[in-house]
């Protein structure tokens, strides 16, 4: 069965600090990867999404993650974080020859102190 | 913002009863598909319905069904409720059901089973 693993359950950082949040798989077939967020208070909402193409992919607000194929993983990465990244990180996959599921990790929370 | 709403928003119920949860999906989505997050978990995927048929399920057993609507609002179903259903349901529309699609979601139906 797949599986998403991230490795940290909770980070805290100061602001500018860089951030870079862990996520891997299993799966041995082709893949789509996302990153999840959720605000206080708001919905999940998409911060970025791999599915072909160049490895290095960018979203919105400065984050970006790199798909390793070799290593399973797909980290999400920001140089310089800011309060307002406080929030909860869901890595996501999607076995595209199992139809259209994703299979979320467990949620990374992010805490940024100013 | 999203513009998919789900209702109700809390809602208490015993083992053994029904429940009926409701979502309306974006304008313009002919997708939905329904997670279910336990405390502390990722969202899990239970089934999506594209133009009123279901297009696939996960892990979960019969007593979780589901109806998509000729407007393409969405209900989930669950019979003969256990304690481990307690969760935050979650509804998520999409443009197209396919496999890199992005996900619109709704802030959740809290459910406490009793």
């Known amino acids: 069965a797949q599986s998403v693993s991230q490795h940290n359950h909770h980070v805290i950082l100061s602001e500018a600090a860089s951030l870079e949040l862990g996520c891997n798989y299993s799966y041995g077939g082709t893949v789509n990867l996302f990153w999840y967020v959720q605000y206080p208070g708001q919905h999940l909402q998409l911060l970025l999404k791999?599915?072909?193409?160049?490895?290095l992919v960018k979203g919105i607000k400065g984050f970006e993650a790199e798909f390793i194929k070799s290593k399973f993983s797909f980290n999400l990465r920001k140089p310089s974080v800011q309060w307002s990244d406080t929030a909860e990180y869901f890595c996501a996959v999607n076995a595209r020859a199992a139809g259209t599921a994703l299979i979320f990790g467990k949620g990374t929370t992010l805490s940024v102190s100013s | 913002e999203t513009g998919v709403t789900q209702s109700p928003t809390h809602l208490i119920k015993t083992r053994g009863q029904q429940v009926t949860l409701r979502c309306s999906s974006q304008s313009g989505h002919n997708t939905v598909s329904w997670y279910q997050q336990a405390l502390g978990q990722g969202p899990q995927f239970i089934f999506q319905y594209y133009r009123e048929e279901e297009n696939g399920r996960g892990n979960f057993p019969p007593r979780f069904s589901g109806l998509q609507f000729p407007n393409y609002s969405s209900e989930l179903n669950v019979n003969a409720l256990e304690l481990d259903d307690s969760a935050l349901y979650l509804c998520?529309?999409?443009?197209?059901?396919?496999?890199?699609?992005?996900?619109?979601f709704g802030s959740g139906t809290q459910l406490s089973v009793l």
């Open positions: 998520a529309s999409s443009l197209r059901a396919t496999t890199n699609e992005k996900l619109f």
């Open positions: 791999y599915f072909s193409g160049d490895p």
